[in-house]
């Protein structure tokens, strides 16, 4: 059992995990901000094309009640699906905007390293060209006949 515990206590102190966390986390609050951004500024425009207030009552009945038979209404819920899906795309436009920021910081902070360490390397001096080599070697050849 003390086994099981360290190993648990293990996996769960490694940085991946606590990142993880920490990404849910955000990933929930910023879920409940688009949920808002979808519901109380989106929606009203598009509730305002369409002529109603309340997205979901945009429903296309399938089967009327009837309490006489004891039978429930279908529907089914358009108006629900519309705000799910911009839910949606705000959510995975953001997401991209966000990498594709966090992909262009990272090639800037690499290409700075690069160039600090081209900086800091210390240049070798330039040594003779092949040319020059074997022009000496002839010169040296010429000299010992």
């Keep these: 059992m003390k086994k099981l515990i360290k190993e648990f206590k293990e996996f769960i102190m490694r940085g991946n995990v606590l990142d ?3 990404g849910v986390i ?9 949920t808002s951004l979808v519901n109380d500024i989106f929606m009203p425009f598009i509730s305002f094309l369409f002529g109603t207030r ?3 009552a945009l429903n296309l ?5 009837d309490e006489a038979a004891g039978t429930e209404a279908i ?10 899906v911009i839910d949606f795309i705000l959510v995975a436009l953001v997401v991209f905007i966000i990498i594709k920021l ?3 910081a990272r090639e800037k902070a690499a290409a700075l390293v690069k160039k600090q360490e081209e900086e800091a390397a210390p240049e070798e001096p330039a040594g003779p060209t092949t040319e020059e080599l074997l022009g000496q070697i002839l ?5 010992k006949k």
């Design 61 to 65: 009945v399938v089967r009327q009640a």
């Design 20 to 22: 993880m966390a920490v």
């Design 139 to 143: 010169d040296e050849l010429k000299k």
């Design 26 to 34: 955000v990933a929930g609050a910023f879920g409940k901000i688009t």
């Design 54 to 56: 309340d997205m979901s």
């Design 75 to 84: 529907t089914i819920g358009f108006g629900t699906l519309v705000a799910t």
């Design 102 to 104: 966090f992909n262009k």
